[in-house]
Each structure stands twice: as C-alpha cells, then as structure tokens.
Nanobody, 121 residues
Framework: QLQFVASGGGLVQPGGSLRLSCAASGFTLDYFAIGWFRQAPGKERGGVSCISGSGVRVNYADSVKGRFTISRDNAKNTVYLQMNSLKPEDTAVYYC??????????????WGQGTQVTVSS
C-alpha cells in the first residue's frame, strides 16, 4: 500500500529551524517528483517547494526562497524540507505529495498526511 508519512513538525520560536521529512512506503519514490505544500487556518493550501526525480531541479515559493531547502535521499526513500529563519507566517500544516512523473509540472497523484508547524514566541 502506497503511503507517505510526514514528520518533523513542532513548535519553534521565530528565527528557529525545523527539518521536515516525508518518508514513503509501499513504493520507491526515486523516480518521482515530490512536492511540499502547506495550509494555514482559514487559507487555501499552497505550494512550498518541489524537487524533481533526479534531485537536480528544485523550485520554491517566493515566500520561502533563501530560507527553505528541499532535498531527497533516495536510499532512504525520503524527501526533506529544511526550514530556517522561520517566521510566524510559516505556521501551517505541511504536506508532501507525489507527482506521477519525475518533473515538477502537472498535478499530484498521492498525498501524505500533514505535520503541524507552529512558529511562535
């Protein structure tokens, strides 16, 4: 059974860091592009970052550029989102999702459960 498990969320002070993990089970994700999304209370879900199947191509939402870094370790079947210089507006539930291709274009065909990130003093 294909499954994503997102973890690593928590409560952090402004300016702090967290590393989110998206671990896949039931399939190997090394071919597929993987994206991170987030949804804050009362807001629509929005894209944060995407990494291609090869790991060569990455993209970021403007709001997180320079602060967040997406990476993947295919040997561990896991994609990471390193989040630095966190701001209160980064507070949201973060989700990972799989594309049906190795490219960061088009839609997603599988979603993991979210992990809560709260940035507050």
């Amino acid at each position: 059974q294909l499954q994503f498990v997102a973890s690593g969320g928590g409560l952090v002070q402004p300016g702090g860091s967290l590393r989110l993990s998206c671990a896949a089970s039931g399939f190997t994700l090394d071919y597929f592009a993987i994206g991170w999304f987030r949804q804050a209370p009362g807001k629509e879900r929005g894209g944060v970052s995407c990494i291609s199947g090869s790991g060569v191509r990455v993209n970021y939402a403007d709001s997180v550029k320079g602060r967040f870094t997406i990476s993947r370790d295919n040997a561990k079947n896991t994609v990471y989102l390193q989040m630095n210089s966190l701001k209160p507006e980064d507070t949201a539930v973060y989700y990972c999702a799989k594309r049906p291709s190795p490219l960061c274009v088009g839609g997603y065909d599988s979603w993991g459960q979210g992990t809560q990130v709260t940035v507050s003093s």
